[in-house]
């Protein structure tokens, strides 16, 4: 199996890394972390300029005629960068539900609006009850006319203060665990009836709990069939789980680099602590624990798009669960070989620790998709 990326690919893997590398050291990032955003927005303007905001998308959606290797390749070097911008909520996870949801009419004039960065969007799916059950929807939509009216509330919306729009997961009908009767509703974050409540989160990012209070949405703001959004939220949450893997794949490979760059550095009874056998082995450990996740990144990469929902719910499980077990290891060997600086707010290793715990926590850890790849039967453990 071919796994080169063509001629394209690779400028843009190169674009992203050069920009990344001149815009996106570790002491601007604690800048653009303190913006009322808590990211960059003018660096937000440039990754449309660069196309990084259309590249996923269909042309003639308003996209660049990309995909998943396309997102694949972005995420991986945000990653090594620990870049703060919502690209994953709003290109990845909102992306993918206006894709498998939404009209022709509604694709091209949000997707355009995402690409040319004038929209950014966050997914309101997560309830206090809800742990990872997609299908768990409390918050309401009841029918008033053609129009709708949302009740309830959603919980850890990332990046749900700032976001322009916000895709709501709502139950038109049946129980509040049943797959079917959820729909997804575009409301704008500053709608009468919407209340937002934002905070930071431990990987420096940002999130929000959000109330919805008679809060109107009209027919045109519904993306699909009102009673049969799941498959599109499942969809959509597969896709994002497989551009998380490439991020996490990023940040391992940056801690392992630093790590390996520290072993070489620091000096130790007059001697660099690399020349330590012991020390040697824990690092090779790390690569082996890179390598296994990069294999499951492409494998996860590719099956994205699969039509199969079963088979696509189980690769990208596996997917999770090595990540999951490969950024734990990577992450507690970086921090364990860098000593007590590694524990500092001023130093890299801690944060990409930190951001690798969230990401492994992210739609459930790898004990949990585990569980999920037993009860499917299948043999990815």
Request: proline share 2%; with cysteine; hydrophobic share 45%.
């Amino acid at each position: 199996m071919d796994f080169e990326l063509s001629g394209e690919q690779q400028m843009l893997r190169d674009n992203v890394a050069r920009l990344m590398k001149e815009r996106y050291d570790f002491e601007t990032r604690k800048a653009y972390q303190k913006e009322p955003a808590g990211f960059s927005d003018s660096l937000w303007r440039e990754y449309a300029e660069l196309g990084l905001l259309g590249a996923p998308f269909a042309e003639e959606d308003g996209g660049y005629g990309g995909g998943a290797v396309e997102t694949m390749i972005v995420m991986e070097e945000f990653g090594k960068a620990l870049a703060l911008e919502p690209y994953l909520e709003t290109v990845v996870l909102c992306g993918a539900l206006i894709r498998h949801a939404a009209s022709a009419e509604q694709r091209a004039d949000l997707i355009g609006r995402i690409a040319a960065g004038d929209l950014r969007l966050s997914f309101a799916q997560m309830e206090p009850q809800s742990g990872y059950d997609l299908s768990d929807v409390g918050v309401t939509a009841r029918r008033d006319g053609d129009a709708f009216v949302l009740d309830g509330a959603k919980g850890l919306v990332i990046n749900g203060d700032s976001a322009g729009g916000l895709i709501v997961s709502a139950r038109v009908a049946g129980g509040r665990r049943d797959r079917k009767g959820v729909g997804l509703f575009l409301v704008d974050g500053e709608a009468p009836g919407v209340s937002r409540r934002g905070y930071p989160t431990q990987d420096a990012r940002r999130a929000a709990e959000i109330s919805f209070a008679n809060v109107r949405v009209e027919p045109q703001n519904v993306l699909g069939s009102p009673e049969d959004g799941a498959p599109a939220i499942e969809r959509a949450v597969d896709e994002t789980i497989a551009a998380l893997s490439a991020e996490a794949v990023g940040a391992m490979s940056e801690a392992l680099a630093m790590t390996v760059e520290y072993l070489k550095t620091r000096k130790q009874f007059g001697v660099t602590i690399g020349s330590f056998q012991a020390l040697q082995h824990r690092a090779s450990d790390m690569v082996v624990a890179l390598e296994q996740a990069r294999s499951m990144m492409f494998f996860a990469t590719m099956s994205a798009g699969e039509d199969d929902a079963d088979e696509r719910a189980k690769a990208i499980s596996a997917a999770k669960v090595q990540i999951g077990r490969s950024a734990k290891f990577i992450g507690e060997q970086a921090v364990q070989m860098h000593g007590g600086i590694a524990m500092t707010y001023e130093y890299k290793v801690g944060h990409l620790f930190k951001r690798l715990t969230m990401i492994d926590a992210a739609y459930g850890d790898a004990d949990l998709h585990v569980r999920r790849l037993g009860d499917r039967g299948s043999l990815f453990v």
